[in-house]
């Protein structure tokens, strides 16, 4: 699971954008990281980039945005710790 698809950050809004800013992006990544399965995560999710990353091109992610780095690491260490 994952709070966005890399198959449509080229024509959709990025994950930060499409769940209303950081707060919801961290909304949807605790949603990602509690459902069966392993969690997906996306060049940029964690770093609230605002870019656009096209499928077949070379790009540079931006960090100049909220990281979201200790709460994915607090999530996956949540998800090791108890398995319900």
Sequence with gaps: HSATNHDETSWDDAAVTLWG????LRAALTVAFTLPGAPMLYN??????PER?????????????????????RLAALRRQVPA
């Design 21 to 24: 800013g950081p707060a919801g």
């Design 44 to 49: 940029g999710v964690e770093a609230s980039a």
């Design 53 to 73: 990353l096209n499928l077949f091109e070379n790009e540079t992610v931006s960090y100049d945005g909220p990281s979201h780095r200790t709460w994915i690491a």
